[in-house]
């Protein structure tokens, strides 16, 4: 294959694998098939017509010669054939246009009568069995001799009263019909051309102003980058089949740019978490190293580093523990157990910290879930820590488990704390986010709390939902379907 060959192939391939390209395909190849449809008909149409006349004609002239024949008696046969030649002769003088001919046999197949030259042109032998003097003569037979086409038809007719017949043969000239058709052929055959590069052409024309609006929307698109995803598709103007497009792509739009917005506060977020335990390490230790000090100075200020390492600890593990959670692969290990009693195992882990704060805790109701107890321990304990970091001295924190008939699991925890103002309640899920520094009354957290249990409670199929007024409380309410198997995909 040379090299043009191959190039008009690969030009083939990338026009047909195409939208436009195949949309214009399909346009051009429907038209085809109309307009072959449509020739095709009328072809038939016309030739049918024309065959369905001429076989008409030779009918009316055989039974017009019938008619001729039974109209004159026995005893005046030489007047008789004298007049059916005289009637033929004037039969074929009077159309101008067509030109027939016709023959007389008797019994034997002796020719009676004929039109002249007629035996040199069209033998008796040409034509096919008659039908008899009663019949209507319906077929014809097509012969063609020196290029020229002729349309057959022969018949008995009874002589006078008698029992007496003749052989009717009528024969007319078609070659003129013959090129009539083919020249409406060629002419169709050019119709059909014209019509399929006209349609490819029209096809390819409307394909590509079609297409247009879908080019604009790839336009919008690429003008989209990291420092710039505000811009929109916008769902007025387009077709309706491209709205449903728009309005997804405007979604995912949106859907990256507040990733990439949680994203950028997120990094931030964590760069000056992280920057707070390192300064302080950093600073211990240069005032450690300022000058020669005593072992309890030493002693003090490695407490101090401890409690730092510490707390970088539990910030890496809970964003370990997040990573983990958001992966497609991550997994838990369900097991059925009591409620209740689960709860008043983390509410024990912190009953001394409850009482150094005079805070009461109290759990009431109790209910059995499919869960993984672990990661159940630590979203309770996430948010038990939470309250009693919040609560005020002298406070109350409360458990409420219950479970209505058909429906999920309730944990609801509640506090006297200060309450979270409304306008922080749709972040308080995300990682690093503190609503209120001056409300707080212990300066250890991570901030990682809440959107740790958010992801327990997702890895379970369940919900989490956050309530608060201020100065009246908040209330944390978790709900686990009735029976988990494996994380939702």
């Not at 005289?86 to 159309?95: G, I, L, M």
């Not at 040409?126 to 019949?135: E, H, I, K, N, S």
């Not at 209740?340 to 882990?349: A, G, H, N, P, S």
């Not at 009693?388 to 704390?417: C, N, R, S, Y």
């Amino acid at each position: 294959m040379s090299l043009r060959s191959v190039k008009a192939v690969k030009a083939l391939r990338a026009w047909s694998g195409s939208i436009t390209g195949r949309l214009a395909l399909l346009y051009t190849l429907s038209a085809l098939s109309i307009l072959v449809l449509v020739t095709g008909f009328l072809y038939w149409a016309l030739s049918n017509n024309l065959k369905q006349e001429d076989k008409q004609f030779l009918a009316e002239k055989i039974n017009v010669q019938r008619a001729v024949m039974k109209e004159h008696p026995k005893e005046d046969r030489a007047e008789d054939e004298k007049d059916l030649e005289q009637e033929a002769k004037w039969e074929r003088s009077a159309p101008q246009f067509t030109r027939y001919y016709s023959r007389i046999l008797d019994e034997n197949g002796r020719t009676v009568s004929e039109t002249e030259g007629m035996g040199d042109i069209i033998p008796a032998s040409a034509f096919a069995a008659p039908v008899g003097p009663d019949a209507t003569s319906e077929e014809a037979v097509k012969w063609r001799r020196h290029g020229k086409t002729y349309l057959l038809m022969e018949a008995w007719a009874r002589l006078g009263n008698t029992k007496e017949k003749r052989l009717l043969q009528i024969a007319l000239d078609v070659s003129r019909e013959e090129r009539l058709l083919a020249d409406y052929r060629r002419k169709l055959t050019v119709v059909l051309i014209l019509g399929v590069l006209l349609s490819a052409g029209a096809g390819m024309a409307i394909a590509r102003r079609g297409m247009r609006p879908l080019e604009e929307i790839t336009k919008t698109v690429e003008r989209v980058t990291a420092s710039q995803l505000n811009e929109r598709v916008g769902q007025t103007g387009w077709p309706l089949e491209l709205r449903s497009l728009a309005t997804a792509f405007d979604d995912m739009l949106r859907r990256l740019e507040e990733s990439f917005a949680r994203l950028s506060r997120f990094s931030a977020d964590l760069a000056h978490e992280l920057r707070t335990p390192v300064n302080n390490l950093r600073g211990e230790a240069e005032v450690a190293l300022s000058r020669t000090r005593e072992p309890e100075e030493y002693r003090h200020i490695l407490e101090s580093s401890l409690e730092e390492c510490g707390s970088l600890s539990s910030m890496i593990d809970g964003l370990l523990f997040l990573a983990r959670a958001e992966s497609a692969k991550a997994t838990i290990t369900p097991s059925f157990f009591c409620v209740r009693k689960e709860l008043d195992t983390v509410v024990e882990f912190y009953d001394a910290l409850a009482k150094e704060q005079a805070i009461t805790v109290t759990c009431h109701g109790d209910a059995f879930i499919e869960a993984d107890p672990l990661l159940f321990r630590r979203a309770i304990s996430n948010i038990l820590s939470n309250a009693l970091k919040f609560t005020p001295h002298g406070g109350k924190v409360d458990f409420l488990i219950g479970q209505k008939k058909g429906q999920p699991v309730e944990v609801i925890a509640g506090d006297t704390g200060p309450g979270i103002a409304p306008e922080h309640l749709p972040y308080i899920f995300d990682r690093f986010y503190r609503a209120d520094q001056t409300r707080t009354q212990s300066s250890q957290g991570t901030g990682l709390g809440l959107a740790i249990v958010k992801s327990i409670m997702e890895l379970h199929g369940g919900t989490v939902e956050v309530q608060s007024r201020v100065g009246k409380g908040t209330t944390v309410t978790l709900r686990f379907p009735a029976r988990l198997f494996s994380k939702p995909t």
